[in-house]
């Protein structure tokens, strides 16, 4: 895919304005509510800008809008297109259904249904072609010379970022006194409007980009001083997962960024689990970069006002068991513990035996006889079980010592 390029100027403050005054009455303005737990784990006070709750689950809705209430007549006659894997098409759909136009959307095949029916619901045609993001949005621009539908970019156009700008007008308006907000970054769309807003309301205001971390385009781009592409992108956070931002994009980021930061994957699914755990909010890995940079310390915020942006919650439920399980398991609330034992009636029951009197509640339990690591006459047991607190595990373990069982606890 090709460098996002647009000959038009960024948008202004005013263009910001104009679109918060129109989308006032199509959108929420999403709560900024203050996490007690995340501020003390952090020192920072922290604000959570929640914009999971947006409709269709993250802020592209926005921008899509805004993007559509400017076409002319012509345009809208022949309707609008995206290429997508999940939150802009979903965006698009609803903003044009609304606004009476007609909605094709080129997915990926690999895009998770419930995605795919979401976007379909809003009533857009979704075309499910390709492999990779890159061969949908290809076909994409293919349909658009067929048909002169209009494209909308998801992030290097000035109606997309004015109107995602109209997230840093409500966290102004919600709290005036804030020191910094920390904003995912894809291709650079949400950002860039939220500078431009903040920095025309309070310079002093500093705008934290945050990336993951096997998708750091922004922050390369920037380093070396031109929009460049990534050869590849690995990263769960597929809604930030963007190889190269546009020309309009980068420009707002290098001029009105004032730091960029990344976390990694892990960091974002423990984010994400904490997020349930102690504030029941769910959340998609990319929606909780921002979160998670000011929880991992990836830049000094202690003592200050901040806003991290939760910027999608529409998590794939695969990604979210993974996090479930992991989670419970960092914080010592889940155990998986792998036991060779002899293949004879009561050896299992002597194990199970221990974990009733400990209260542990069995999660799951996998035999194996077959594979070669497992001699003959012996049985290789995986179990997985619910703790109660932290101080069970290795009251559990001494028991299995005292039993004289070959165990390994598994990560």
Do not use: W
Not at 140 to 168: R, S
Not at 238 to 254: H, M, Q, S, W, Y
Not at 333 to 352: E, F, T
């Amino acid at each position: 895919m090709a460098i996002a390029e647009s000959n038009k100027p960024l948008p202004r403050f005013s263009d910001i304005i104009h679109a918060q005054s129109l989308l006032n009455k199509v959108v929420k303005q999403t709560p900024l509510e203050r996490s007690k737990s995340f501020s003390s784990m952090s020192g920072a006070d922290v604000y959570l800008k929640l914009e999971n709750f947006q409709t269709t689950g993250s802020f592209k809705v926005r921008g899509a809008f805004y993007k559509i209430n400017n076409l002319s007549e012509e345009e809208i006659s022949r309707g609008v297109l995206c290429a997508s894997a999940g939150n802009h098409a979903q965006g698009v759909a609803y903003a044009a259904t609304q606004l009476g136009v007609k909605s094709t959307v080129f997915m990926p095949v690999f895009a998770p249904p419930l995605k795919v029916i979401a976007t379909r619901s809003y009533g857009a045609e979704v075309i499910l072609t390709g492999d990779t993001f890159d061969d949908a949005y290809n076909a994409a621009l293919e349909f658009k010379e067929k048909t002169g539908a209009t494209f909308v970019h998801p992030f290097n156009d000035p109606h997309i970022i004015a109107g995602q700008g109209t997230v840093g007008l409500e966290i102004f308006e919600q709290l005036r006194e804030v020191d910094e907000v920390l904003v995912p970054i894809g291709g650079g769309g949400l950002i860039s409007g939220v500078a431009i807003a903040l920095k025309q309301l309070n310079p002093a205001i500093r705008i934290i980009g945050v990336e993951a971390d096997g998708a750091q385009s922004m922050k390369i781009s920037v380093e070396k001083g031109e929009p460049s592409m990534l050869t590849s992108v690995n990263t769960i956070a597929d809604g930030i997962a963007v190889k190269c931002p546009g020309n309009l994009t980068f420009e707002a980021a290098r001029n009105l960024v004032d730091e960029f930061v990344v976390v990694n994957d892990a960091e974002m699914a423990h984010t994400a689990y904490l997020l349930m755990q102690r504030a029941k909010i769910m959340t998609e890995p990319s929606g909780v970069a921002a979160v998670a940079a000011v929880l991992y310390q990836k830049t000094d915020v202690k003592g200050r006002k901040v806003v991290p942006i939760v910027s999608g919650g529409n998590v794939n439920m695969s990604i979210l068991e993974q996090i479930l399980d992991k989670g419970v398991m960092e914080e010592g609330l889940r155990a998986r513990i792998q036991v060779l034992i002899p293949d004879q009636a009561g050896m299992l029951k002597s194990i199970i035996s221990i974990l009733e009197r400990m209260k542990a509640n069995i999660h799951d339990i996998e035999h194996e006889r077959s594979t070669t690591s497992v001699p003959v006459g012996y049985v290789m047991v995986t179990i997985t079980f619910n703790l109660q607190d932290t101080t069970q595990l290795p009251t559990i373990l001494t028991e299995l010592d005292r039993k004289g069982m070959q165990y390994q606890v598994l990560r």
